[in-house]
């Protein structure tokens, strides 16, 4: 597989490269149902960073190639993935023998989507043929009985379409969505820790009252940024210290991008130290492309405090998603330090309830303190015990690729 072998070795120089040049990398280089292209073309979509996505898509959908639809699918079905639904790729092109649907997206105790992904909707629909694609996979027994198409299209403008589907005896069986839209909504999760929201999201995508869910997407957008810059702010306000002193009466806020950049850094180097790829579930969650493996990463600044110099909140939704993977960490940066730590989640199921924790209302999280040592180190306090936990044993460097 020479693209994942290129992707391994440079992924830089990867993510230079146009998106048709992508695909010519991949297996023999031209996307057909079941060939080594298509295979590896989906293997390498599921492990690069959302934003490299929603480029592509862009490129599909502004500039056209050959097979550009194709590629489209492809990008489309893993936005599926990244809003965390077992999907099922479709064909390329239907035959007698195989029904033409472009992927189903599942998610258990939800209803089913069928997904059409159309890159125009300069020409008119056959909503008949789509609605006899679903009425043949409920017929195989692949699909939930109360199954919907949700059809994606690339331009914004769809009101002719929306109209056909409003004029249709399937009103109620389909939804509309625009690949900008869709786009949106992979955002939002990525900007969200909470649950909540990734279910409101796939909730938008089922039928409703609503042909086209474009406006209250707008509103969810704008609604979980602000959700996003409360959660920022409440990260940057300095805890009290073991020993009952202000940390800082100061509120000196880190730059945001700065934050994310610290994260990044310090995934990027946790993951290549243990070979695997991690792939951002949300602001601060990560897995691998299996979903096994997963990741939290806080940040903290630097407190002028000698004996709690850095601070850190530990959120039950936090727990919740490492407690649901085979292997899990904690991963610990600093703002002015090259170097991270990563608790094993094992070490925190085994010690969480000897940590300090706040339950406030609506606010919940166990703090995670760092103390330093007589030897100048750094190690977890675990007040309620007394004891310190040394962080050498975690600690792993940045690496510059």
């Given at each position: ?358 339950d406030s209302g609506d606010r919940s999280y166990w703090h995670v303190a760092l ?31």
């Open positions: 597989m020479a693209l994942l072998s290129f992707w391994k070795s440079s992924k830089d120089e990867v993510l230079n490269l146009s998106i048709e040049q992508v695909v010519v990398n991949a297996g023999d280089g031209i996307l057909r149902d079941q060939s080594a292209c298509s295979v590896e073309f989906r293997e390498f979509l599921g492990k690069v960073p959302v934003e490299s996505l929603f480029g592509y898509a862009h490129h599909c959908l502004d500039k056209g190639f050959n097979r550009s639809g194709l590629v489209l699918q492809d990008i489309v079905n893993e936005f599926g993935r990244r809003l965390e639904f077992q999907v099922e790729d479709g064909f390329y092109q239907g035959t007698p023998k195989t029904v033409g649907f472009d992927g189903i997206w599942r998610v258990q105790g939800e209803p089913d989507l069928v997904i059409e992904v159309k890159t125009t909707d300069s020409f008119t629909v056959d909503l008949d043929t789509h609605a006899r694609y679903k009425e043949r996979l409920l017929s195989e027994g692949r699909l939930s009985k109360n199954a919907s198409t949700l059809i994606v299209v690339g331009r914004r403008d769809t009101g002719a379409l929306e109209a056909q589907i409003r004029g249709s005896r399937y009103a109620w069986d389909m939804r509309l969505i625009s690949v900008e839209r869709l786009i949106k909504l992979v955002q939002i999760n990525e900007k969200s820790d909470d649950p909540n929201t990734l279910k409101q999201i796939r909730q938008l995508l089922q039928p409703f009252e609503y042909t086209k869910i474009d406006r209250i997407i707008d509103v969810i957008f704008t609604t979980a940024a602000d959700v996003e810059a409360q959660q920022e702010l409440e990260q940057e306000i300095p805890e009290e210290t073991e020993q009952g002193v202000s940390a800082s009466h100061t509120q000196i806020r880190t730059d945001f991008e700065l934050l994310n950049a610290k994260r990044k850094q310090a995934v990027d180097a946790f993951g290549e130290s243990k070979g695997t790829e991690l792939v951002k579930r949300s602001r601060t969650l990560f897995w691998s492309p299996n979903k096994e493996f997963r990741v939290c990463c806080a940040v903290s600044k630097r407190y002028d405090n000698d004996y709690q110099p850095y601070w850190y909140a530990f959120h039950p939704k936090w727990d919740a998603f490492l407690a649901e993977g085979q292997e899990g960490y904690f991963v610990l940066a600093c703002m002015d330090r090259d170097e991270a730590f990563a608790v094993p989640y094992s070490w925190l199921l085994a010690n969480k309830q000897n940590l300090n924790r706040t103390t330093t040592m007589d030897d100048g180190k750094l190690a977890i306090n675990t007040s309620k015990v007394g004891v310190k936990t040394p962080l050498e044993q975690f600690r792993f460097p940045f690496t510059k690729r």
